[in-house]
């Protein structure tokens, strides 16, 4: 039996070549989107998951409350946070805080002397401080060197397997000395594995805690700026923990929380959360979404549905051709059920290579799909990727049963169900029900489709707005220079030199020096207020040091007031007479009723320890700090107090960049001798902020053509297969005077009212799914008309056009031809 059904199965695929190939290839393009979406769900999830005791790490970020409300959940704390938590809490079996180098460095320089060769240096910005518990607590695995040891005592680093080979070729670099910055040695006494893709924490260098932690203060309750994690034992309930935080804060922080009027709370964040559940401040790198890998997942599903009806309306569409059929094997005997089990068995095999073709497709497209996504995961799929769990083998099977019996199923009983009397009399017309269904799986094809569409022009407009919305200042043609790391006393001196002399460069523009850049999140925040009011009034701005040439550097606004001029800090250094500049959040929070009314008044900011009496000079029109994203930030800027300042900003002007750029790296080496000359383009710095947005936007039109495309195929089909059976009426109609136009608007007319249909079931869930998204966003578009007509307007576009290249056909052909067999 099963024999007789593969060669009917055969013969009928081999007699109906294109409408096997779209179903065949509809299904299998179909199930590799669904795939590929799972695929990029699975490793979103299984981020941190390699760690044997993912379960039971848990990172320790800080809220606040009171004068700092308005600072973000911050993913560090306080220095002495992990020391404190394991003396004071008996489930707590160890920590490890990390903290990046650059935090104290303008910029890290790493290099090694083999004897009497030249020494071979370069510029690291992936180097952190870590406690010895690190390799303890994390399971990254080392190449040499004990995990248990290695960080302990001073002057101890442990570098990456590719840095070792960058320093080091092929020699064991166990023992070998880097200094950092040409002035502190540091002893290699371990090499780890590369940090694998789906790890929240990615570094290239590890310097023991003891190194420097003494020197700079790492044991205090002060500059909350340290990762802590902490191990807890097997079994212990977070959440009782967590009751223990109030007291706990209370017993080290009461006074800190008093004296600037702020409160705090701690939780414990689980490892495994990190990743997908966390959009701190100061987050090692850009977070992805559970929300939004949900719904990817939920487009996954979409896909393989379209793909599904796709297979259901050709199959029943062909029902006309196959009545006859069904009709004379019920006369000479055959069974009901015996009928159905050949269209499952038809519907197995479709499904089959369906599957099979599918496989081909992950592996052959796995790295341009990977491009599309910024990571790599589709590497190795068979050995240690998705194609490695079984959990993926039971969900392709289930996909696969799925498609072959229960989406083959309605197909097999209305072809089963034929009466051979009417089938063999000619009588047999396609049923009303039959259409109807037809009609409203097309109507749910084409809904989904214009709900994709929508969410992908929605995510990738707003991120075209954040990536060209105006940030309240110019972030083109700024080279960002990163400032000397070997100064002394004559820094300034030197640094006033490279700005005279670049003024005589035609192609550069104003140079400013400054403590931080746009991109980033300002290093320093304390309290401020006015003079007149006590501490209860402080609350928290970000401080900013800059000097006269900022604000025309940047072209910045200044909407009262005055700027900064060399008369306000002879040797740029504060005075008793300090002045600042302000912006108008700052002027809010200050309780100021506008920008002028703050000129000239008195306030007192804290900057370390001592707090500063200071006068208003100028207020600063808001800018975006950080990301369109966030809110303003409230910053007050002042004169550079020490060598805090880490960025030198040149205004190259448009012309020939290779040459300016010689020209300033010449200048700089010439004036601060022995220091490296490290830029980069403010407008490529600020835009890595959107770099999950702009995989998002990618993931979402690449899967949003995808579904399109099966669509499509399955509208090339089926009306196709409508123009066939339209054939002689067609013909008819030309014979008497039916023009092609006429004709093509005949055949495409139900096809444009099931569009026009979805488009009304489409469009109040495009504008709830969009407004819930946009919300997340602090500055975002508007839900303009476009949102709405756009997508059933591209859909449609596509419908005729698809419906078109199968009724020109038709249309122009000889109706002699049609009608000769009459």
């Not at 084409?446 to 969410?455: D, E, G, P, Q, V």
């Not at 008497?736 to 009212?753: C, E, N, P, Q």
Request: aromatic share 14%; proline share 4%; glycine share 6%.
């Amino acid at each position: 039996m099963l024999g007789n059904y593969f060669k009917i199965a055969r013969r009928n695929l081999w007699r109906n070549k294109a409408f096997s190939a779209i179903n065949i290839f509809g299904l299998a393009l179909g199930i590799a989107a669904c795939f590929f979406v799972f695929q990029y769900v699975y490793f979103e999830n299984s981020y941190d998951r390699f760690n044997a005791n993912a379960a039971n790490i848990y990172r320790v970020p800080i809220s606040y409350s009171g004068s700092m409300a308005d600072v973000p959940t911050t993913a560090t704390n306080h220095p002495a946070l992990g020391p404190a938590m394991k003396a004071d809490f008996p489930e707590v079996l160890d920590y490890v805080r990390i903290v990046s180098v650059s935090l104290f460095m303008n910029a890290s320089t790493m290099s090694y002397t083999d004897g009497g060769a030249a020494p071979k240096t370069f510029n690291e910005g992936n180097i952190f401080i870590a406690d010895q518990s690190f390799f303890k607590i994390f399971s990254y695995p080392l190449i040499s060197g004990d995990p248990a040891t290695c960080l302990a005592g001073e002057r101890a680093i442990a570098i990456s397997e590719r840095t070792a080979a960058r320093y080091f070729g092929k020699t064991n670099p166990l023992g070998k000395i880097l200094k950092l910055n040409s002035d502190l040695p540091l002893k290699v006494t371990a090499v780890y594995k590369e940090m694998p893709e789906n790890s929240h924490f990615k570094f290239d260098m590890l310097i023991s805690f003891e190194t420097v932690g003494h020197e700079w203060g790492f044991q205090e309750w002060t500059y909350p700026e340290f990762y802590n994690y902490v191990l807890l034992a097997p079994g212990t309930d977070p959440k009782k923990v967590e009751a223990k935080f109030p007291a706990f804060i209370n017993k080290y922080l009461a006074a800190k929380m008093k004296e600037l009027n702020f409160g705090c709370s701690f939780e414990l964040q689980p490892l495994t959360d990190i990743h997908l559940n966390s959009n701190y401040l100061h987050e090692t790198e850009a977070n992805g979404s559970q929300k939004e890998v949900y719904f990817l997942g939920i487009i996954g599903v979409f896909i393989l549905l379209i793909a599904w009806i796709n297979y259901i309306n050709l199959s029943t569409a062909k029902s006309m051709e196959r009545a006859k059929e069904v009709g004379l094997r019920k006369v000479v005997g055959a069974f009901k059920k015996q009928l159905i089990g050949q269209f499952l068995f038809e519907s197995l095999i479709i499904n089959l290579l369906s599957l099979l073709l599918a496989v081909v497709f992950i592996v052959l497209f796995g790295p341009f799909f990977d491009g599309f996504v910024g990571k790599q995961i589709s590497q190795d799929f068979f050995s240690t990727g998705l194609g490695s769990e079984p959990r993926f083998w039971a969900a392709a099977l289930l996909v696969f049963m799925a498609g072959a019996l229960l989406v083959g199923a309605y197909p097999a009983f209305v072809l089963s169900s034929f009466l051979p009397v009417k089938v063999l009399k000619g009588l047999m017309v396609q049923s009303r029900s039959g259409i109807s269904m037809r009609r409203v799986l097309v109507s749910f094809q084409f809904t989904l489709s214009i709900i994709l569409i929508a969410c992908t022009f929605v995510v990738l407009k707003q991120f075209n707005y954040m990536r060209n919305g105006s940030l309240g200042y110019d972030k083109d043609q700024l080279l960002i220079v990163k400032a000397p790391v070997v100064n002394d006393t004559t820094v300034f001196r030197k640094y006033r030199f490279f700005k005279s002399e670049m003024g005589n460069v035609p192609s550069i523009g104003p140079a400013t020096a400054t403590s931080d850049i746009p991109g980033n999140t300002i290093r320093y925040r304390n309290a401020v207020r006015r003079a007149s009011q006590g501490v209860d009034k402080n609350f928290t701005s970000y401080l900013m040091e800059i000097d006269e040439q900022f604000l025309p550097s940047y072209k910045i606004q200044l909407v009262a007031g005055r700027n900064f001029e060399n008369a306000d800090s002879s040797d740029m250094q504060m005075t008793t007479n300090n002045k600042v500049l302000v912006n108008e959040e700052v002027v809010k929070a200050l309780g100021y009723p506008d920008a002028a009314a703050a000129v000239n008044q008195d306030i007192k900011f804290k900057l370390g320890q001592n707090e500063l009496p200071c006068r208003v000079i100028g207020v600063v029109k808001n800018f975006h700090q950080r990301s369109m994203k966030e809110k303003y930030d409230p910053i007050l800027f002042y004169y550079p107090t020490r060598t805090e300042w880490k960025y030198i900003s040149v205004n190259v002007r448009r012309g020939d960049f290779a040459r300016s750029l010689a020209d300033i790296g010449n200048l700089y080496k010439k004036t601060f001798t022995g220091n490296p000359f490290e830029y980069f383009f403010l407008d490529e710095y600020f835009n890595r902020q959107y770099q999950a947005d702009q995989r998002l936007g990618n993931v979402f039109g690449l899967f949003a053509v995808l579904a399109i495309l099966v669509a499509c195929m399955g509208l090339l089909g089926l009306s196709s297969f409508v123009i066939r059976l339209r054939t002689k009426e067609i013909g008819i109609r030309k014979v008497l005077g039916a023009t092609i136009g006429g004709l093509l608007v005949l055949i495409s007319k139900d096809f444009v009212k099931l569009v026009m249909l979805a488009s009304l079931i489409a469009v109040p869930i495009v504008y709830f799914i969009a407004k819930a998204w946009l919300d997340n966003y602090a500055f975002h578009i508007g839900l303009g008309a476009s949102i709405f007509l756009v997508p059933p307007l591209l859909l449609l576009g596509l419908t005729l056009l698809t419906i078109s290249l199968q009724s020109m056909k038709a249309a122009l052909s000889n109706p002699v031809k049609s009608l000769k067999s009459e």
